[in-house]
Nanobody, 121 residues
Framework: QVQLVESGGGLVQTGGSLRLSCVAS????????MNWYRQVPGKQRDLVAT???????NYADSVKGRFTISRDNAKNTMYLEMNALKPEDTAVYYC???????????????WGQGTQVTVSS
């Protein structure tokens, strides 16, 4: 059974930094694109950053220059380095992965349970 587990969230002051991690575990054969999303209560879940299987990265305009997405394929782990945090970055951050599980011949989408990031002003 595949699981994605995020960690690293917390409370930080404006201008501070946090590093989120997302570990994929289970019988994983291959991982494609991985993403970080965030969601504020009452609003839609928004895409923050993408790391593709070929090494490309993309960011939402609101986080460009402040956030860095990376991944360690050997550890099935993705990271989000967040610097110069602002109160508007406060949200629950979710990781998503498109991956193929052993015994299943198609790629499927999996989500983590989320980790809270709160930036105080």
């Amino acid at each position: 059974q595949v699981q994605l587990v995020e960690s690293g969230g917390g409370l930080v002051q404006t201008g501070g930094s946090l590093r989120l991690s997302c570990v994929a575990s289970g019988s994983i054969v291959s991982i494609g694109d991985m993403n970080w999303y965030r969601q504020v209560p009452g609003k839609q879940r928004d895409l923050v950053a993408t790391s593709t299987s070929d090494g490309s990265t993309n960011y939402a305009d609101s986080v460009k220059g402040r956030f860095t997405i990376s991944r360690d394929n050997a550890k099935n782990t993705m990271y989000l380095e967040m610097n110069a945090l602002k109160p508007e970055d406060t949200a629950v951050y979710y990781c998503r992965a498109i991956l193929r599980e052993r015994g299943i011949n198609v790629f499927r989408m999996y989500w983590g349970q989320g980790t809270q990031v709160t930036v105080s002003s």
